[in-house]
């Protein structure tokens, strides 16, 4: 029936049937072949920095300075780690991560985590409207314009253009991130005391620098992050042979959006940090560098975070869409009409038009609505931690690729640690809650 997914028996068989045939693809070598392989971990990663995530590093250098920068080469392992074996599974068994849950664990589990996944990346997709909106309003743009103009934008874009297209839109707009990294040259900070900081731990044991602590981990490694690299790799049809590129691109995802991270700490603790602004939110951020650094940061990084919010915007709610139809068999695809796949597409607008409606609600307290995502991803991701780390060893699924034994060593510790992190997180908020 149109519509329906094929049973994962159906899937496997074609696979192998596959492979077993020629290959008579041209192949590239060198950089045109990585060129062509390039996108779906550098989107990945690039996602990650959204209106949240940059609220969260403007929040850690004006509150701690230079003093947790160490923590971000730590974040950066980590996640390349996780967005490696996403890539990994993608490639080889061409499914994404919602698929092989359910195939793995069960229609019950699968639910429970699709409604978690559905409810945290719904209210991040606010935010992701919100942080548009507040970038344009620096400029004097009424988020009454920008939003609905960035809504209709980014649901004609997935709707109507191809996954070529859509990767290469994103690739482009990811060159804004640039702007993070000349504002943080244009305050000037002293490099020697970057290196030191980034090169030498320093914990403090307060309550409230612990508890960013464990928020800039959830930050950088979410969920939506795995989903979508995996179904993109899949979506896009590379295969066991690109393997190596993609952990490449993989890699250069985790890599890159965390020095973008490690740029936007560095311009807010150079400049923010002992002036007595309080930040909450990105734009916060924006307008507090504009009398500390003069105009020209406050701009870049006004820019930064429009940019960052319209490609967030765009990915979250394509990979909960992806998650979602994966899991339950439906059809889903970029490259997919709306009659094809519809509930793909159907829910990839619900969510566009249900968070674009809700940012333009007056006196909306947005900072909540913020914190309770990132809660409930706290929740999810060490949920998703172990799914992964089960598929990625089964070798029914993975075959030859399955996860070397030094790798297991180091994703079950970072499991556990990130479990931990969970534990605090939730405990805080609970206190908080109580108080």
């Given at each position: 029936?149109?519509g329906?997914?094929?049973p994962?028996r159906?899937r ?10 020629p290959n ?10 990585f060129?062509a ?12 920095n959204d209106?949240?995530g ?6 850690l250098?004006a509150e ?12 950066t392992?980590?996640l ?13 068994s061409?499914?994404?991560l919602?698929d092989l ?12 985590a ?5 409810a945290?990346?719904g209210m ?7 942080g548009a ?18 809504a209709?934008?980014?649901w ?10 859509v ?5 482009s ?17 002293d490099?020697g005391a ?11 044991l307060?309550?409230?620098v ?6 800039v981990?959830g930050?950088?490694i979410?969920?939506?992050m ?5 179904s993109?790799v899949?979506?896009?049809?590379l ?6 590129l ?9 890599a890159w959006t965390n020095?973008?991270?490690?740029f ?5 603790a150079?400049t923010i940090?002992?002036s007595?602004?309080?930040i ?11 009398p500390?650094a ?9 820019i930064?975070l429009f940019g960052?919010?319209?490609l ?16 339950f068999g439906?059809?889903s695809?970029v490259s997919?009409?709306?009659r094809e796949?519809?509930?793909?597409m159907?829910l ?5 038009v249900i968070g674009?409606l809700?940012v333009?609600?007056p006196?909306?307290p947005?900072i909540g ?26 070798p ?13 060593v180091v ?5 556990g ?7 605090i997180?939730l405990?805080?908020?609970v ?5």
């Amino acid at each position: 029936m149109p519509g329906l997914g094929l049973p994962s028996r159906v899937r496997r068989a074609q696979r192998a049937f596959r492979e077993r045939l020629p290959n008579f693809r041209v192949h590239r070598t060198g950089l045109l072949a990585f060129l062509a392989v390039l996108g779906p971990g550098l989107i990945a990663g690039l996602a990650g920095n959204d209106a949240g995530g940059i609220a969260t590093y403007s929040v850690l250098g004006a509150e701690t300075g230079l003093q947790l920068l160490w923590l971000l080469p730590l974040t950066t392992l980590m996640l390349a780690i996780v967005l490696e074996m996403a890539a990994r599974m993608g490639a080889v068994s061409g499914q994404g991560l919602g698929d092989l849950i359910r195939d793995d664990f069960g229609i019950r589990w699968t639910a429970l985590a699709m409604l978690v996944v559905l409810a945290a990346n719904g209210m991040n997709v606010v935010a992701e409207f919100a942080g548009a909106g507040a970038a344009l309003e620096i400029f004097g743009v009424p988020r009454y314009v920008t939003v609905p103009v960035v809504a209709a934008a980014i649901w004609a874009l997935v709707v109507f253009a191809s996954y070529r297209v859509v990767e290469r839109v994103f690739l482009s707009v990811a060159v804004v991130f640039l702007a993070y990294v000349v504002s943080a040259f244009v305050v000037g900070p002293d490099w020697g005391a970057v290196l030191r900081s980034a090169a030498l731990p320093s914990i403090s044991l307060e309550p409230s620098v612990l508890l960013l602590m464990v928020t800039v981990v959830g930050t950088t490694i979410t969920p939506y992050m795995f989903f979508y690299l995996q179904s993109s790799v899949a979506d896009k049809g590379l295969g066991p042979e690109e393997l190596r590129l993609e952990q490449v691109d993989a890699v250069l995802g985790a890599a890159w959006t965390n020095v973008i991270a490690l740029f936007i700490v560095i311009a807010t603790a150079t400049t923010i940090f002992g002036s007595g602004a309080r930040i909450e939110s990105a734009a916060d951020a924006a307008l507090a560098l504009e009398p500390l650094a003069g105009d020209a940061a406050g701009i870049l990084f006004a820019i930064g975070l429009f940019g960052a919010s319209v490609l967030a915007a765009t990915v979250m709610p394509l990979t909960t869409s992806y998650a979602v139809c994966e899991s339950f068999g439906w059809e889903s695809g970029v490259s997919r009409r709306f009659r094809e796949a519809p509930a793909f597409m159907g829910l990839y607008t619900a969510l566009i038009v249900i968070g674009a409606l809700v940012v333009l609600i007056p006196g909306l307290p947005l900072i909540g609505l913020i914190l309770a995502s990132q809660l409930l991803n706290g929740i999810l991701l060490p949920v998703i931690l172990v799914f992964m780390l089960r598929l990625a060893n089964n070798p029914r699924i993975m075959g030859r690729y399955t996860n070397p034994t030094w790798l297991n060593v180091v994703a079950w510790t970072m499991t556990g640690l990130i479990v931990l992190l969970t534990v605090i997180m939730l405990g805080s908020a609970v206190a908080g809650a109580l108080s």
